[in-house]
Structures are given as structure tokens and as C-alpha cells.
Nanobody
């Protein structure tokens, strides 16, 4: 199993930046592709970004392209999400997730392990 813990959320003004972290423990982190998802009140959880196990491939939702950057440090068992130029519509609980595959997948159903989430609130 893999245990995931997110951190770095908070309150920020529109146009500001935050960096989320996802620390993993358990089985070999580098054997998992990773993803970030988010969920706003009353909405379904949605894909934000994904990164392959060797960090060679990344994918982004259209809504965050050019503003968010996903990265990972396998030596530290940690994944990151750098969020710039934040907008009020980015307000959500952000979750990291892991799947035992080399592919960068966008569908929630493929991810086996999830963190508890970290709140990001962007004020206008």
C-alpha cells in the first residue's frame, strides 16, 4: 500500500501562488504514476494534473494549463503542484492520488490510493 499526505493549502488572493506537496510512504514511490484532483462543494471530483512515474510525461486539465506545474522528486517520495495566477474558481479541496502504472491517466477510477486532501481557497 501507499499512504499519501497532502500539505501546502491555504487562503490566497486571486493572482497569487501556492505550492502543494504530496508526501508518500509505503511501497516504492517511483513505481507509481501520480495525479492531482480537486473537488469544489456540490461538484464532482475532477482531474487537475498527472505525472508519470519517471516524470517524463505530464498532463493537465485545460483549465489549469499554463498556470499549474506538476513535478515529483522520487528521492524524496514527494510530488508537487505549483499553482500560479490562482483564480477564485480554483477554490477546492485538492487531493493527490497514485496508481501502479507508467501512464498518466485522467480518470479517477484508475487511481488506487488517495490522500485526505488539502483546502485551497482563492479570494477575489
Amino acid at each position: 500500500q501507499v499512504q499519501l499526505v497532502e500539505s501546502g493549502g491555504g487562503l490566497v488572493q486571486a493572482g497569487g501562488s501556492l505550492r502543494l506537496s504530496c508526501a508518500a510512504s509505503g511501497r516504492t514511490f517511483s513505481s507509481y504514476s501520480m495525479g492531482w484532483f480537486r473537488q469544489s462543494p456540490g461538484k464532482e471530483r475532477e482531474f487537475v494534473a498527472a505525472i508519470s512515474w519517471g516524470a517524463s510525461y505530464t498532463r493537465y486539465a485545460d483549465s489549469v494549463k499554463g498556470r499549474f506545474t506538476i513535478s515529483r522528486d522520487n528521492a524524496k517520495n514527494t510530488m508537487y503542484l505549483q499553482m500560479n495566477n490562482l483564480k477564485p474558481e480554483d477554490t477546492a479541496v485538492y487531493y493527490c492520488a497514485a496508481l501502479p502504472s507508467r501512464y498518466t491517466l485522467t480518470a479517477l477510477k484508475f487511481y488506487d490510493y488517495w490522500g485526505q486532501g488539502t483546502q485551497v481557497t482563492v479570494s477575489s
